[in-house]
């Protein structure tokens, strides 16, 4: 297969999973979390990737267009984690113990506590959280990179 069909269907992936994630936030009133945002970040880059790799369809952008879907499915692999409680997550997003706090590091704790947390499931299809589903729709995105990639060395 040529690469450009498969560039085209990856960044495009990208995008639409980015139009997800703003339509449950705006539409479905379901702010994100830090760890979501940073899932984010690599979904851009994937996509901004997809026409300019259209136009120039070297093997070093389509795989920055992968090393991008990776890391976005890295970081949802890692909120998954998080959000069952496998790891603990960074301590701007995840709830914290209050064993051991005076009244007034408890105080500063509330009065600096995220509005949204990590380590809770805000929403799951088939038991499956949006990071995880992210994590597997990524993982899948970075299978077309790569395909796209094998296609433009041997074009």
């Avoid at 069909?5 to 479905?28: E, K, R, T, V």
């Avoid at 994100?32 to 970040?41: D, E, G």
């Avoid at 706090?101 to 990590?118: H, K, N």
């Amino acid at each position: 297969m040529r690469p450009k069909p498969l560039i085209l269907l990856a960044s495009a992936g990208s995008a639409a999973l980015l139009l997800g994630a703003l339509a449950f936030q705006y539409i479905g009133d379901m702010p994100p979390c830090k760890l979501c945002y940073w899932q984010r970040y690599p979904h851009v880059a994937a996509a901004l990737a997809g026409p300019v790799a259209l136009v120039v369809a070297t093997p070093l952008i389509i795989a920055f267009g992968a090393l991008a879907a990776l890391t976005t499915a890295g970081i949802g692999i890692f909120h998954t984690g998080v959000e069952r409680g496998w790891w603990e997550g960074p301590a701007s997003c995840s709830s914290t113990g209050i064993d051991g706090l005076s009244t007034d590091q408890l105080m500063d704790q509330i009065m600096t506590a995220p509005l949204v947390r990590c380590d809770e499931i805000a929403w799951q299809l088939a038991g499956v959280s949006m990071a995880g589903w992210n994590a597997i729709l990524s993982l899948g995105l970075v299978v077309l990179w790569l395909a796209a990639w094998r296609a433009a060395r041997r074009d």
